[in-house]
């Protein structure tokens, strides 16, 4: 799994791999499907499919594979491999299947394809875990958190990347959300690894 992690496209390093795998792994005991928001080209995903491996759950990646706004042509993190020469877009599928098949996770991942809302929106199913790592704008990060944290079980986990309490280290979408999480009374910090935050759901009081 590790080396499949990383082998694959991605941007998380490694220390932070660990302790969101380490999260599936715990919130796989719920028996509930695990879903991140954020597919790109599969690197985290591979780490959620293998905990659901063990659980006997599914893994659920949502993307619209057109890449995050710093992926687009001229900023920071575009790369110019991932760009569909008939259309002229970003698209990210193919990379992710061929990352889901080297792994040999196929099998265990749904794979929805579309905007994170659009999809949030016709969810039904509890949740053992929500790994926000979408859009790093307030607009998608917000909609992201209050499209999917409905669905999370009490004791199931939601864990958010990319937070960055220092403005000078990167975007403060992904760290509002999380104060919002806090702020909320319905979530508990259990871990901090780097800009990942692992939280717990708590039951209401």
Do not use: N
Request: net charge negative; hydrophobic share 40%; proline share 7%.
């Amino acid at each position: 799994m590790l080396a499949a992690f990383e082998a694959a496209k991605g941007f998380m390093p490694v220390d932070e791999g660990l302790a969101l795998y380490a999260a599936a792994v715990t919130a796989g005991r719920l028996g509930l499907p695990l879903l991140e928001v954020g597919t790109y080209c599969g690197r985290s995903t591979i780490l959620l499919a293998a905990a659901a491996r063990e659980a006997g759950v599914s893994a659920v990646t949502v993307d619209h594979h057109r890449g995050s706004e710093e992926q687009q042509p001229g900023w920071e993190y575009h790369d110019p491999g991932l760009v569909d020469p008939e259309v002229g877009l970003m698209d990210t599928l193919p990379s992710f299947r061929r990352t889901l098949h080297a792994a040999g996770l196929e099998d265990q991942v749904i794979a929805l394809v579309g905007r994170s809302p659009r999809a949030a929106a016709l969810w039904a199913a509890p949740l053992g875990l929500v790994f926000i790592d979408g859009g790093h704008t307030d607009e998608h990060a917000t909609a992201d958190y209050e499209g999917w944290t409905p669905h999370l079980a009490d004791g199931g986990l939601l864990v958010i990347h990319d937070v960055f309490p220092d403005p000078a280290d990167g975007g403060q979408a992904p760290y509002r959300v999380y104060l919002r999480a806090l702020d909320s009374g319905r979530f508990e910090e259990l871990s901090v690894t780097g800009s990942l935050r692992v939280l717990r759901r708590t039951p209401p009081r």
